[in-house]
């Protein structure tokens, strides 16, 4: 029953019994047999995955598919949708990370004792690693209302203010609860909070103590103390701890994932399991989230400091509290406005290190979740341009002490809630937009927040630092004042030079030295000398003006261009010099050809008869080693991303191994040299090691770029299209005859990379010299 619930689309079929999709179209009208369709659209129909397996092996047609791919399909055809799926598998691969004796004893048997016997399992490690929650004592084996709201979760990630209408606890007016997500306030024996829910209390310690609890609010009559009536708004949903234990029904679809995630998870460890699920979750849907990348996330954490408890409360999938250095008796605190990505993100901090976790699900500025909370950093990645975020419910908030925000100014109003939650002296770290140094509607904001000490400094980073990535965003550094500064000044940063190419990225270790360095002076001094074009310190009263304009590019003088016309001279001689090569290396008349009819092989049949290797990208490593991204193999730089530091086992490359991007729709392989050897692969890559006695890398590579050979191995979705390597086609030729072909495909390799290189120098000429003329460095004669 369980395996019939789970549903796979005819790609899916396909990428099963490594064919396309044609081909499973054929299936369907040749073979009478074959799997009636058991849901989707007449244009897109879904089959149940277990009697589509059982007909493919019947047939002989069954691929060997590895084990992540299989647990990828059973997950995305989960009969409650992903994000239902993901979090039940996030339970139990904690169970079996905490508690691995305990998941052998439950699943050793059917699908049905797993499901009956695994809740009372679950409620005991989340009650341990997340504190008891009211209506989980009891309930664990009963049956409750259906899984995650799936609409939560594709309000995307930073969606803490995207309104009211959050699946929470049951309150007065008797809403529905979400199962995953527990009713109101996790310690049935702290003070009376919620009125509609008398024991309950807001903010366990993960330590035992009682913290955090409020006086009344979030009751049928106020918001953060403030009644209703006084500004006509209605009442906010309260926010709900989570994650909350499924029932036995709500896990009996789950088994055969379960039971494929505990295989993955023997195999690559239970952590690497979880963020493989989840990173493949996010990959599949770029639109619906938001997402802080790790270069980024780790800055943010630095320029926060240490910190024993850290706030998130705009968590979306955990970034920000992933990248915190962990301390001992440390507390993390989540929010979000979206259920399942809330209890997402408990079970991924929960995976990642024993600190104490509390999740809660909720709209974060209408219903704050921890309102009592003093932590010593907050780290928050807040939506951008919300106009609904509760200005007209909040005009009276507490929190607003340097002034009411506009309704255009919602991220002046997550600002303000970070430093309500700090403790004296502690420090919060922002992602904001460009727009909110310099908008007027805020500038009165600003200059409280100036005057009284609380903003520290602001740095601009570089285009395609974070999504959106056509705007520079900026990263705000903030300090609740114990004492106003008698002189104070502001940290103004722009980092806009370390800008990369295309879609890569900026510089980040760049970035990350130009910023820290410049804090850290800052720090220790409360000034910095001026750095032009990079850095400098500016006094408060310099910026108290009509505008309050915080834009670091409008305070800090042009970078010196020192001998400017000498380096251009030198740019000149060498785009020269490789134009030269690039004439050198243009590849002789082609010389026509019969068309040639060889027979023919794929990827996937070289890789089960052990001709070649093939290794996916991963999600980190033991040690922090470049790492090789997809856009370094597009435009064939050197390696210059970076993974977080995890248990995972790096794949790293080898000179030999091939290497191609699966995601973008460009015929594009690259043979990794000596200079890229070591590195690690980076997600969306595929590495193709093959065995040199019966491959030729440059003659597989060669082969991979032709486009038919790609068009035939993609798929596409409305937003991107998707290489499956595995359906990559190759001829059958003797080794000799490879390695003809491969010198052939080598020689055009280096005058590519000869092209690229011209390129880039004849750019930077250009950009030079348009510099130089306009800031007077180069005379127009």
Same mark, same amino acid.
């Given at each position: 029953?369980?395996?019939?619930?789970?549903?796979?689309?005819?790609?899916?079929?396909?990428?099963?019994?490594?064919?396309?999709?044609?081909? +499973?179209?054929?299936?369907?009208?040749?073979?009478?047999?074959?799997?009636?369709?058991?849901?989707?659209?007449?244009?897109?129909?879904?089959?149940?995955?277990?009697?589509?397996?059982?007909?493919?092996?019947?047939?002989?047609?069954?691929?060997?598919?590895?084990?992540?791919?299989?647990?990828?399909? #059973?997950?995305?055809?989960?009969?409650?949708?992903?994000?239902?799926?993901?979090?039940?598998?996030?339970?139990?691969?904690?169970?079996?990370?905490?508690?691995?004796?305990?998941?052998?004893?439950?699943?050793?048997?059917?699908?049905?004792?797993?499901?009956?016997?695994?809740?009372?399992?679950?409620? #005991?490690?989340?009650?341990?690693?997340?504190?008891?929650?009211?209506?989980?004592?009891?309930?664990?084996?009963?049956?409750?209302?259906?899984?995650?709201?799936?609409?939560?979760?594709?309000?995307?990630?930073?969606?803490?203010?995207?309104?009211?209408?959050?699946?929470?606890?049951?309150?007065?007016?008797?809403?529905?609860?979400?199962?995953?997500?527990?009713? +109101?306030?996790?310690?049935?024996?702290?003070?009376?909070?919620?009125?509609?829910?008398?024991?309950?209390?807001?903010?366990?310690?993960?330590?035992?103590?009682?913290?955090?609890?409020?006086?009344?609010?979030?009751?049928?009559?106020?918001?953060?103390?403030?009644?209703?009536?006084?500004?006509?708004?209605?009442?906010?949903?309260?926010?709900?701890?989570?994650?909350?234990?499924?029932?036995?029904?709500?896990?009996?679809?789950?088994?055969?994932?379960?039971?494929?995630?505990?295989?993955?998870?023997?195999?690559?460890?239970?952590?690497?399991?979880?963020?493989?699920?989840?990173?493949?979750?996010?990959?599949?849907?770029?639109?619906?989230?938001?997402?802080?990348?790790?270069?980024?996330?780790?800055?943010?954490?630095?320029?926060?400091?240490?910190?024993?408890?850290?706030?998130?409360?705009?968590?979306?999938?955990?970034?920000? $509290?992933?990248?915190?250095?962990?301390?001992?008796? #440390?507390?993390?605190?989540?929010?979000?406005?979206?259920?399942?990505?809330?209890?997402?993100?408990?079970?991924?901090?929960?995976?990642?290190?024993?600190?104490?976790?509390?999740?809660?699900?909720?709209?974060?500025?209408?219903?704050?979740?921890?309102?009592? $909370?003093?932590?010593?950093?907050?780290?928050?990645?807040?939506?951008?341009?919300?106009?609904?975020?509760?200005?007209?419910?909040?005009?009276?908030?507490?929190?607003?002490?340097?002034?009411?925000?506009?309704?255009?100014?919602?991220?002046?109003?997550?600002?303000?809630?970070?430093?309500?939650?700090?403790?004296?002296?502690?420090?919060?770290?922002?992602?904001?937009?460009?727009?909110?140094?310099?908008? *007027?509607?805020?500038?009165?904001?600003?200059?409280?927040?100036?005057?009284?000490?609380?903003?520290?400094?602001?740095?601009?980073?570089?285009?395609?630092?974070?999504?959106?990535?056509?705007?520079?965003?900026?990263?705000?550094?903030?300090?609740?004042?114990?004492?106003?500064?008698?002189?104070?000044?502001?940290?103004?940063?722009?980092?806009?030079?370390?800008?990369?190419?295309?879609?890569?990225?900026?510089?980040?270790?760049?970035?990350?030295?130009?910023?820290?360095?410049?804090?850290?002076?800052?720090?220790?001094?409360?000034?910095?000398?001026?750095?032009?074009?990079?850095?400098?310190?500016?006094?408060?009263?310099?910026?108290?003006?009509?505008?309050?304009?915080?834009?670091?590019?409008?305070?800090?003088?042009?970078?010196?261009?020192?001998?400017?016309?000498?380096?251009?001279?030198?740019?000149?001689?060498? $785009?020269?010099?490789?134009?030269?090569?690039?004439?050198?290396?243009?590849?002789?008349?082609?010389?026509?050809?019969?068309?040639?009819?060889?027979?023919?092989?794929?990827?996937?049949?070289?890789?089960?008869?052990?001709?070649?290797?093939?290794?996916?990208?991963?999600?980190?490593?033991?040690?922090?080693?470049?790492?090789?991204?997809?856009?370094?193999?597009?435009?064939?730089?050197?390696?210059?991303?970076?993974?977080?530091?995890?248990?995972?086992?790096?794949?790293?490359?080898?000179?030999?191994?091939?290497?191609?991007?699966?995601?973008?729709?460009?015929?594009?392989?690259?043979?990794?040299?000596?200079?890229?050897?070591?590195?690690?692969?980076?997600?969306?890559?595929?590495?193709?090691?093959?065995?040199?006695?019966?491959?030729?890398?440059?003659?597989?590579?060669?082969?991979?770029?032709?486009?038919?050979?790609?068009? #035939?191995?993609?798929?596409?979705?409305?937003?991107?299209?998707?290489?499956?390597?595995?359906?990559?086609?190759?001829?059958?030729?003797?080794?000799?005859?490879?390695?003809?072909?491969?010198?052939?495909?080598?020689?055009?390799?280096?005058?590519?990379?000869?092209? *690229?290189?011209?390129?880039?120098?004849?750019?930077?000429?250009?950009?030079?010299?348009?510099?130089?003329?306009?800031?007077?460095?180069?005379?127009?004669?």
């Amino acid at each position: 029953m369980q395996d019939n619930a789970t549903e796979v689309t005819a790609a899916g079929i396909a990428r099963l019994a490594g064919v396309g999709r044609a081909a +499973v179209s054929n299936w369907r009208r040749r073979h009478a047999d074959f799997p009636k369709p058991v849901g989707g659209t007449e244009t897109s129909p879904s089959f149940a995955l277990a009697e589509v397996e059982a007909w493919l092996r019947k047939q002989g047609k069954l691929a060997e598919v590895p084990l992540r791919e299989r647990v990828w399909q #059973q997950l995305v055809g989960h009969p409650e949708g992903p994000l239902t799926a993901l979090v039940h598998a996030g339970c139990a691969l904690l169970l079996i990370h905490e508690r691995p004796t305990v998941w052998l004893d439950a699943s050793a048997g059917s699908d049905a004792r797993l499901a009956a016997i695994l809740p009372g399992a679950l409620e #005991q490690v989340l009650t341990a690693r997340f504190g008891s929650v009211p209506g989980r004592e009891g309930r664990a084996g009963g049956s409750a209302g259906a899984g995650v709201n799936e609409s939560g979760g594709a309000e995307g990630v930073n969606s803490a203010a995207a309104g009211p209408g959050v699946n929470a606890g049951p309150i007065a007016s008797g809403v529905k609860s979400d199962p995953l997500v527990p009713d +109101v306030n996790p310690d049935p024996k702290a003070p009376d909070v919620n009125h509609a829910l008398p024991t309950a209390a807001v903010n366990p310690s993960p330590t035992g103590q009682a913290v955090n609890t409020p006086p009344a609010v979030h009751n049928t009559a106020a918001v953060h103390g403030t009644p209703a009536a006084a500004t006509g708004s209605p009442t906010s949903t309260p926010a709900t701890p989570t994650p909350r234990t499924p029932t036995g029904p709500q896990l009996l679809p789950s088994a055969t994932l379960l039971r494929g995630a505990a295989e993955l998870a023997a195999e690559i460890g239970a952590r690497q399991a979880f963020e493989f699920l989840l990173g493949r979750h996010l990959d599949a849907n770029p639109r619906q989230y938001t997402l802080t990348p790790a270069e980024l996330a780790g800055l943010m954490a630095d320029l926060a400091g240490p910190a024993r408890t850290v706030l998130d409360p705009a968590c979306g999938t955990g970034a920000l $509290l992933r990248a915190v250095d962990t301390r001992p008796d #440390q507390e993390l605190y989540a929010q979000d406005s979206a259920p399942g990505l809330a209890a997402l993100t408990a079970l991924r901090l929960a995976l990642h290190s024993r600190a104490g976790v509390r999740g809660a699900a909720g709209d974060t500025l209408r219903a704050d979740a921890y309102p009592e $909370l003093r932590a010593d950093a907050v780290l928050c990645h807040p939506p951008f341009n919300e106009r609904n975020w509760g200005h007209d419910e909040l005009a009276y908030d507490p929190r607003w002490e340097y002034g009411f925000p506009a309704r255009t100014e919602s991220e002046l109003a997550w600002v303000q809630h970070a430093l309500a939650r700090l403790a004296d002296g502690g420090s919060a770290v922002l992602l904001m937009p460009p727009a909110a140094a310099s908008r *007027r509607s805020g500038r009165r904001i600003r200059a409280d927040l100036l005057r009284r000490g609380a903003l520290r400094a602001v740095a601009a980073l570089p285009v395609g630092a974070a999504p959106p990535y056509n705007i520079p965003l900026h990263v705000w550094v903030l300090r609740r004042p114990e004492r106003t500064p008698a002189s104070p000044e502001v940290l103004l940063v722009d980092t806009g030079r370390f800008a990369g190419e295309g879609r890569g990225g900026p510089d980040w270790p760049a970035v990350r030295e130009a910023v820290l360095d410049a804090w850290r002076a800052f720090e220790r001094e409360g000034r910095l000398a001026q750095r032009p074009g990079l850095a400098r310190s500016v006094p408060v009263i310099e910026l108290l003006d009509d505008d309050v304009d915080l834009a670091p590019a409008r305070h800090l003088p042009p970078a010196a261009v020192a001998d400017g016309a000498e380096q251009l001279t030198a740019v000149r001689e060498r $785009l020269g010099t490789t134009l030269r090569l690039t004439g050198e290396l243009t590849p002789p008349p082609a010389a026509p050809a019969p068309g040639a009819r060889w027979p023919l092989t794929t990827i996937g049949e070289l890789a089960r008869g052990g001709a070649l290797l093939m290794r996916t990208g991963g999600n980190g490593g033991h040690a922090r080693v470049p790492v090789l991204t997809d856009h370094d193999v597009l435009v064939g730089t050197a390696p210059s991303g970076a993974l977080p530091e995890s248990e995972e086992e790096a794949v790293l490359t080898e000179p030999g191994d091939v290497v191609v991007p699966v995601l973008g729709g460009g015929s594009v392989a690259r043979v990794i040299d000596d200079a890229t050897g070591g590195a690690a692969l980076g997600r969306n890559l595929v590495l193709l090691r093959p065995d040199r006695t019966a491959l030729d890398p440059w003659f597989l590579a060669g082969f991979l770029r032709g486009t038919a050979n790609n068009r #035939q191995a993609s798929s596409y979705a409305s937003t991107a299209t998707r290489l499956d390597v595995r359906r990559l086609q190759l001829p059958r030729l003797p080794l000799d005859e490879q390695r003809r072909y491969g010198a052939r495909f080598r020689a055009l390799d280096e005058f590519e990379r000869a092209l *690229r290189h011209a390129s880039r120098l004849g750019e930077q000429l250009v950009r030079g010299m348009y510099d130089g003329l306009t800031d007077g460095t180069v005379a127009p004669d």
